[in-house]
T-cell receptor
Framework: GAVVSQHPSWVICKSGTSVKIECRSLDFQATTMFWYRQFPKQSLMLMATSNEGSKATYEQGVEKDKFLINHASLTLSTLTVTSAHPEDSSFYIC????????????FGPGTRLTVL | GQQLNQSPQSMFIQEGEDVSMNCTSSSIFNTWLWYKQDPGEGPVLLIALYKAGELTSNGRLTAQFGITRKDSFLNISASIPSDVGIYFCAGQYGNKLVFGAGTILRVKS
């Protein structure tokens, strides 16, 4: 149990375009999902916390107009990187928390974004 | 902000050896978690610790939640080649996680 999927697993786009990444909890309902960014050889940095049916809460320094988050259902959250630039190239990972297990977070497999 | 100090940064050990890594913090956490990340993949939960002083095992892995709630260690016994990867500790406050910098484990067969 506690499987989280992401789609796509990788994406290459041109500078200035927008990219949408999906995060799904497959076998449980997740009231809260999280979005992280990981640069090469670095740790995971929390970008935002997403609650179903409400606006996401962004960490300091993360532009909410650039990284649009929608959490329309208990099993799906989306991250849209708008007007992507090469510096947005990174590994984006989502997680969902399982409330019955002390809010333990289970992570998706990640999405590699490369902006040309 | 809250920070975790994870050590060692990397390890290169012989197959069959035991491995130990730890995390410390100046902040108190409610939960400590240990994750493993393989290249190009998301972190996979290894062990979750919910109570100060708790000692938990998962196969060859053993982890403890420090009594002060400011530290945790992870031991891997009798390492095998598939143990290679990056190990992250994470401290939880509320429903948020803060991660250590990771320990890169390389195993010589």
């Amino acid at each position: 149990g506690a499987v989280v999927s992401q789609h796509p697993s990788w994406v290459i786009c041109k500078s200035g375009t927008s990219v949408k990444i999906e995060c799904r909890s497959l076998d449980f309902q997740a009231t809260t999902m999280f979005w992280y960014r990981q640069f090469p050889k670095q740790s995971l940095m929390l970008m935002a916390t997403s609650n179903e049916g409400s606006k996401a809460t962004y960490e300091q320094g993360v532009e909410k107009d650039k990284f649009l988050i929608n959490h329309a259902s208990l099993t799906l959250s989306t991250l849209t990187v708008t007007s992507a630039h090469p510096e947005d190239s990174s590994f984006y990972i989502c997680s969902a928390d399982l409330r019955d297990r002390g809010d333990t977070q289970y992570f998706g497999p990640g999405t590699r974004l490369t902006v040309l | 902000g809250q920070q975790l100090n994870q050590s060692p940064q990397s390890m290169f050990i012989q197959e069959g050896e035991d491995v130990s890594m730890n995390c410390t913090s100046s902040s108190i956490f409610n939960t400590w978690l240990w994750y493993k990340q393989d290249p190009g993949e998301g972190p996979v939960l290894l062990i979750a610790l919910y109570k100060a002083g708790e000692l938990t095992s998962n196969g060859r892995l053993t982890a403890q939640f420090g009594i002060t709630r400011k530290d945790s260690f992870l031991n891997i016994s009798a390492s095998i080649p598939s143990d290679v990867g990056i190990y992250f500790c994470a401290g939880q406050y509320g429903n948020k996680l803060v991660f250590g910098a990771g320990t890169i484990l390389r195993v010589k067969s």
